[in-house]
């Protein structure tokens, strides 16, 4: 089985240098995919690139 690496919302945050409510309203908008664990969301390193691709053109990442 693979396992990817997962970042915590605040990990995720710390990242990219938004704040940890950001990135819940990105993934509750579906911008940014992420996995449920719980009460917890996890972002994978491949869906965190993604996003970061997706965006790349994007002078600043707006809520």
Avoid: Y
């Avoid at 919302?9 to 911008?31: D, N, Q």
């Avoid at 992420?34 to 809520?63: P, Y």
């Amino acid at each position: 089985m693979l396992t990817l690496p997962l970042l915590t919302v605040h990990e995720t945050a710390e990242h990219l240098k938004v704040k940890e409510s950001t990135i819940r309203t990105w993934i509750r908008h579906g911008r940014l995919r992420a996995i449920k664990f719980g009460r917890e969301w996890r972002v994978t390193m491949k869906d965190l690139e993604r996003f970061l691709n997706e965006n790349a053109n994007q002078s600043a990442i707006m809520d």
